[in-house]
């Protein structure tokens, strides 16, 4: 599998953890008093950051890939956090005015879960695989199997 980033995909990737950065260092920045609470608060933040950075960079490197495998335009929407759900949307074949679906609370979960399984259909694969991404832990398999799976 060959990785492309787009140049606008690294500079929203870039923008993105040198925002991020800026907020903990002024964060640790107020709370210089604290010694070494501050320090491991601040090594605890960065352990976060980076560790929801990779589940990012895994989602949208599953998605992009998914889109490729299915002939969707636009695979690059992948890494803009939310286009993607266009994207999504664009592998899924449903209509685009469901994105204002996904940003009510508890409909956005449900229809979350209807639009991967519509995408595991168009990967040729059972559509129980979207109703998965309800199990804590499995959901992070899910996407990357739908990516990479023959």
């Given at each position: 599998?060959?990785?492309?980033?787009?140049?606008?995909?690294?500079?929203?990737?870039?923008?993105?953890l040198?925002?991020?950065?800026?907020?903990?260092?002024?964060a640790?920045?107020?709370?210089?008093?604290?010694?070494?609470?501050?320090?491991?608060?601040?090594a605890?933040?960065?352990?976060?950051?980076?560790?929801?950075?990779?589940?990012?960079?895994?989602?949208?490197?599953?998605?992009?890939?998914?889109?490729?495998?299915?002939?969707?335009?636009?695979?690059?929407?992948?890494?803009?956090?939310?286009?993607?759900?266009?994207?999504?949307?664009?592998?899924?074949?449903?209509?685009?005015?469901?994105?204002?679906?996904?940003?009510?609370?508890?409909?956005?979960?449900?229809m979350?879960?209807i639009?991967?399984?519509?995408?595991?259909?168009?990967?040729?694969?059972?559509?129980?695989?979207g109703?998965l991404?309800?199990?804590?832990?499995?959901?992070?398999?899910v996407?990357?199997?739908?990516?990479?799976?023959?």
């Amino acid at each position: 599998m060959k990785v492309r980033f787009t140049p606008l995909s690294l500079t929203g990737l870039s923008s993105a953890l040198v925002a991020v950065l800026m907020f903990a260092s002024v964060a640790l920045a107020q709370s210089s008093d604290a010694g070494p609470f501050a320090a491991l608060s601040g090594a605890l933040l960065a352990f976060v950051v980076l560790l929801g950075l990779g589940f990012y960079i895994y989602i949208a490197l599953a998605l992009q890939t998914i889109a490729t495998k299915t002939g969707t335009a636009n695979e690059w929407l992948a890494w803009i956090p939310i286009a993607n759900i266009f994207l999504m949307l664009s592998v899924a074949k449903k209509p685009m005015w469901w994105f204002i679906l996904f940003l009510i609370p508890l409909v956005g979960a449900v229809m979350s879960i209807i639009v991967w399984m519509a995408i595991a259909e168009a990967r040729g694969k059972p559509n129980w695989w979207g109703i998965l991404l309800i199990v804590p832990l499995v959901n992070f398999v899910v996407p990357g199997y739908l990516a990479w799976a023959d």
